[in-house]
């Protein structure tokens, strides 16, 4: 009788086992690994770049290296703002080196075709630093989230704040590629809808050093606007050399997308005034100011928003994959969209139906030298923009996750 129940006893545990097995065997290869995707050295390196490797790397540390016993790993790769070197290299970590998570992919050429990419590999997408928003729109799929931005929101919030100021009249000098066209087109519909209105416009090539020729059209314009539609190193040279240039002094103002390290590149003599939408800032309270000491220490640089959003993403990630004990790509995505998101980064916050992450905005202004306190001290926030109100309705996206 002892033997059989013994018997007993050791099939109930070789059972459980077998259980606990088949439950860790849901994290695949028994890693999860995370491969940062990002502009290592172009036009977008400071607002990504190494910055964004760190704040995924604390992500991971922060939630404790690894999920339910398994490894967390990290690797990173430098796409060179070229769609080709993105989706090759996402294609061969997802083939050969089984991650199971892309980060960042910003420049939204890169991030459509790798979000492509996701989708038929069955793979995670977190865009953080891509701000077209057809990524959440026609192109949305099961398996990628937009986390910190995108041009419906960015434009919605730049343009109106303008037209209401009397600058109505807009002038765009825009980046030759999908991200500029998508700002451009979500810029113009906010301003025509406010009863502004849009007077020309000049495409300039990806990283050019000389805005000259672009910058004298926009003068020969009249417009009482020049709306830079780009970003990261484009939109400070394009700012620097207009201040030399004179065209604010002229009476022409700016619409930029214009965050912390833009404004450090321009400087506060010049920067002074810009209006700018941002997602988030460092010195927006005790919470930002703790995450922003601590980047600070390790990179000796405060976060962009980008970087702190890929913080954030990454740390909600980790969490979904633990809650649905898998890094199946949508299992893991509908589990982050049933959990809560809330942190330093995500005020009033959810994840929706077609993957775009909506929060409070804000639209900030560019100190004068006598308001900062220190060099990094060049923001002040104007007004805070629920991201019920800031981010297109999803209604209106064209996504083909959501009913009609």
């Not at 100021?165 to 825009?174: H, I």
């Not at 849009?198 to 709306?227: I, M, R």
Request: net charge neutral; with cysteine; glycine share 8%.
């Amino acid at each position: 009788m002892k033997k059989h129940h013994r018997l007993i006893a050791t099939a109930a545990l070789l059972t459980g086992a077998l259980i606990s097995f088949a439950a860790r065997a849901e994290i695949s290869d028994g890693v999860v690994k995370l491969g940062v995707l990002t502009d290592m050295s172009g036009v977008y390196s400071t607002n990504s770049g190494a910055g964004m490797l760190l704040a995924t790397e604390m992500a991971v540390a922060d939630f404790g290296g690894t999920v339910r016993g398994r490894p967390i790993k990290v690797i990173s790769g430098d796409h060179q703002n070229k769609a080709d070197v993105g989706s090759n290299l996402a294609r061969k970590w997802i083939d050969t080196e089984q991650v199971d998570v892309i980060v960042d992919a910003i420049g939204s050429a890169v991030a459509f075709a790798v979000q492509n990419l996701a989708k038929d590999k069955n793979r995670v997408l977190l865009n953080i630093g891509s701000g077209a928003a057809d990524l959440t729109g026609p192109a949305c799929n099961a398996v990628s989230v937009q986390w910190v931005w995108d041009t419906y929101a960015f434009g919605g919030i730049i343009g109106n704040a303008l037209v209401e100021r009397g600058k109505d009249t807009f002038f765009f000098v825009t980046v030759d590629y999908a991200y500029g066209e998508q700002l451009q087109r979500d810029m113009s519909r906010a301003i025509l809808g406010a009863g502004g209105k849009v007077v020309g416009s000049v495409k300039h090539p990806l990283g050019t050093s000389d805005f000259s020729s672009f910058l004298l059209q926009a003068q020969a314009s009249k417009a009482k606007v020049v709306a830079l539609a780009n970003a990261g190193n484009d939109t400070a040279n394009a700012l620097k050399q207009a201040a030399e240039f004179n065209l604010r002094a002229a009476g022409q103002d700016f619409a930029a997308i214009a965050g912390l390290h833009e404004v450090r590149a321009i400087g506060l003599p010049a920067a002074q005034g810009l209006l700018s939408p941002v997602s988030w800032y460092w010195d927006l309270d005790d919470q930002t100011r703790a995450f922003a000491k601590r980047f600070f220490e390790k990179r000796g640089a405060m976060p962009s928003e980008f970087q702190a959003g890929a913080y954030s993403a990454v740390l909600h990630y980790l969490k979904a994959v633990d809650a649905a004990d898998s890094d199946e790509a949508q299992t893991v995505v509908r589990k982050m969209k049933e959990l809560p998101v809330s942190d330093f980064f995500a005020r009033h916050a959810s994840l929706r139906e077609d993957g775009r992450m909506i929060h409070d905005m804000y639209l900030v202004q560019a100190k004068t030298p006598a308001e900062s306190r220190d060099a990094w001290d060049v923001l002040k926030v104007v007004q805070t923009i629920p991201g019920d109100k800031a981010f297109r309705p999803l209604k209106d996206g064209n996504c083909p996750l959501v009913a009609k």
